[in-house]
T-cell receptor, first 111, second 110 residues
Framework: KAGVTQTPRYLIKTRGQQVTLSCSPI?????VSWYQQTPGQGLQFLFE???????NKGNFPGRFSGRQFSNSRSEMNVSTLELGDSALYLC??????????FGQGTRLTVV | KQEVTQIPAALSVPEGENLVLNCSFT??????LQWFRQDPGKGLTSLLL?????REQTSGRLNASLDKSSGRSTLYIAASQPGDSATYLC?????????FGTGTSLTVIP
């Protein structure tokens, strides 16, 4: 079956702009989590959605937001981009046995 | 707050060697622990999942153990190959989120 799909794979944005990233989980998985990966901070948890509801949230500013649709696809939005937002953004989907499967990520570069 | 540490940060071995990667965590109240590999610029590939009630899991040349009471997990790779070169990450699932270690960068020299 198809894995976790993230689009786009690469993005270049200017400071102050906003960006929307998309994640389609494995069919049947209702949990989608988002992570930010940077060389300095490693992998940090942003938030988790389950059945269209945000279930958990990490320690990120309100500029980072997300949502989940009825088909379990999720989007993450970052407003007023800063240089420090440059990172690899990864999403993971989980099924009933809680094993997490990650997408290939979206590489965001803010200039 | 859960903290996850991986030792060593980097490891270089000749092809064919057996090796052990270590992961420690500070809070034993976990649901499960998962090992991943990450190739440069790519996403994470799941290797093994160990539920909190399990002691070990095996998949091919990989064996992962879990000692929840002491907050430790090890990933054993048998007969290493150049294709095993990657960064290996352990992640502890507390039920609310995964906490990741900073990874072990493995290089297997042909």
């Amino acid at each position: 079956k198809a894995g976790v799909t993230q689009t786009p794979r690469y993005l270049i944005k200017t400071r102050g702009q906003q960006v929307t990233l998309s994640c389609s989980p494995i069919s049947g998985h209702r949990s989608v989590s988002w992570y930010q990966q940077t060389p300095g901070q490693g992998l940090q948890f942003l938030f988790e959605y389950f059945s269209e509801t945000q279930r958990n949230k990490g320690n990120f500013p309100g500029r980072f937001s997300g949502r989940q649709f009825s088909n379990s696809r999720s989007e993450m939005n970052v407003s007023t981009l800063e240089l420090g937002d440059s990172a690899l953004y990864l999403c993971a989907s989980r099924g009933v046995n809680t094993e997490a499967f990650f997408g290939q990520g979206t590489r965001l570069t803010v200039v | 707050k859960q903290e996850v540490t991986q030792i060593p940060a980097a490891l270089s071995v000749p092809e064919g060697e057996n090796l052990v990667l270590n992961c420690s965590f500070t809070d034993s109240a976990i649901y499960n622990l998962q090992w991943f590999r990450q190739d440069p610029g790519k996403g994470l590939t799941s290797l093994l999942l160990i539920q909190s009630s399990q002691r070990e899991q095996t998949s091919g040349r990989l064996n992962a153990s879990l000692d929840k009471s002491s907050g430790r997990s090890t990933l054993y790779i048998a007969a290493s190959q150049p294709g095993d070169s990657a960064t290996y990450l352990c992640a502890v699932n507390t039920g609310n989120q995964f906490y990741f270690g900073t990874g072990t960068s493995l290089t297997v020299i042909p």
